[in-house]
Structures are given as structure tokens and as C-alpha cells.
């Protein structure tokens, strides 16, 4: 198995989590906190699609899907187009809300589609490529994605966490 393709099996288990985590609730459940300063479901999957569109659009050298989709205008959320959720507050996860999944799932449907039209392109050695530099040690490609996958799996987890809790 190449990396490409243990990276692209990777991906896909964002997506297949999320939809499951998602699927079937309501507006309610979806901006539900259990607690006063909780996540929602909806900010933990608007963010880690937010996230995964915004890192690897940048090491694609690709627009985001968010702005080139129009994305940002069907969501049409308090924030700066830029904005990934990192560093929210409780009021700004609170501004994030949609009235069904579907638009999450149709949003993170595309995000993914563009992630693995860039990953099919990869080699492995495409992966030793440094990325960011304001790190000690440089951060590689590979490490970069590792990194998108690891956070947005913590997040599907978190919410069909508490998809559980609420249901």
C-alpha cells in the first residue's frame, strides 16, 4: 500500500464518521450544549471541515472550498470568511447554527472531494516537502496531514459523543 492510499482510507473515515455522527438530527440537537460553555456538534463539524478545507487547500496551493464554493454565503455566519473556529469563545460557538446537517454534510462532502483529488497526487516523497517552517522541527507535508486527520477525527468523535448524550 502507498501512502497516498493509507492516507485517502484515512480520509475517508472523516467523512464516514461525521455523516453518523450527524445524520438525523435535528436544528436543536445539532446547537444543544451540555453544559454552559460546551461545543455543539454544529461548531465541532463546521470546524473540523473548516479546518481540513484551510490546511490543505494551503498545501495544495488551492482556494478554499469555503470561498470558492460559496460556502461562506450558505452558511452566512457572524465571521470572518477566514475563520476555522480555533481560539472561539463560548458566544462564538453559540453563532454557529444551521437548521439541518445536511448542509455540514454537503459542505464537508466537498471539502473531502478536493482533499482526495489532492492526495491521489501525491508520491511519497511528496510528503518529505516542508510546509510550515515557523516550527522546530519544520513541519512536512505528511506531518501536516497526519495533523488535519488526527484533529478531525478527535472532533467526529466529540460529536457522536455527544450525539449520544442527546438522543
Given at each position: 500500500?502507498r501512502?497516498?492510499?493509507?492516507?485517502?482510507?484515512?480520509?475517508?473515515?472523516i467523512q464516514?464518521?461525521l455523516?453518523?455522527?450527524?445524520?438525523g438530527?435535528t436544528?436543536?440537537?445539532?446547537?444543544?450544549?451540555v453544559?454552559?460553555?460546551?461545543?455543539?456538534?454544529a461548531?465541532?463539524?463546521?470546524?473540523?471541515?473548516?479546518?481540513?478545507?484551510?490546511?490543505?487547500a494551503?498545501?495544495?496551493?488551492r482556494?478554499?472550498?469555503?470561498?470558492?464554493?460559496?460556502?461562506?454565503?450558505?452558511?452566512?455566519?457572524?465571521?470572518d470568511d477566514d475563520?476555522t473556529?480555533?481560539?472561539f469563545?463560548?458566544?462564538?460557538v453559540?453563532?454557529?447554527?444551521?437548521?439541518?446537517?445536511?448542509?455540514?454534510?454537503?459542505?464537508?462532502?466537498?471539502?473531502h472531494?478536493?482533499?482526495?483529488?489532492?492526495l491521489?497526487?501525491?508520491?511519497?516523497?511528496?510528503?518529505?516537502?516542508?510546509?510550515?517552517?515557523?516550527?522546530?522541527p519544520p513541519?512536512?507535508?505528511?506531518?501536516r496531514l497526519?495533523s488535519?486527520l488526527?484533529?478531525?477525527?478527535q472532533?467526529?468523535g466529540?460529536?457522536?459523543y455527544?450525539?449520544?448524550?442527546?438522543?
Amino acid at each position: 500500500m502507498r501512502s497516498r492510499d493509507l492516507l485517502l482510507y484515512a480520509y475517508d473515515q472523516i467523512q464516514g464518521t461525521l455523516k453518523r455522527a450527524l445524520d438525523g438530527l435535528t436544528a436543536e440537537q445539532l446547537t444543544a450544549r451540555v453544559g454552559p460553555e460546551a461545543n455543539t456538534i454544529a461548531w465541532l463539524a463546521w470546524h473540523l471541515v473548516r479546518v481540513q478545507d484551510d490546511h490543505v487547500a494551503e498545501v495544495a496551493g488551492r482556494e478554499q472550498v469555503w470561498k470558492a464554493g460559496g460556502w461562506a454565503r450558505r452558511f452566512d455566519l457572524p465571521f470572518d470568511d477566514d475563520a476555522t473556529g480555533y481560539g472561539f469563545g463560548p458566544d462564538d460557538v453559540a453563532a454557529v447554527r444551521v437548521e439541518s446537517p445536511q448542509l455540514l454534510l454537503d459542505y464537508a462532502a466537498a471539502v473531502h472531494e478536493q482533499s482526495k483529488d489532492f492526495l491521489r497526487g501525491l508520491s511519497d516523497d511528496d510528503l518529505d516537502r516542508v510546509v510550515d517552517e515557523r516550527w522546530d522541527p519544520p513541519v512536512t507535508l505528511g506531518v501536516r496531514l497526519v495533523s488535519v486527520l488526527s484533529d478531525d477525527l478527535q472532533h467526529t468523535g466529540q460529536a457522536a459523543y455527544l450525539r449520544g448524550l442527546l438522543t
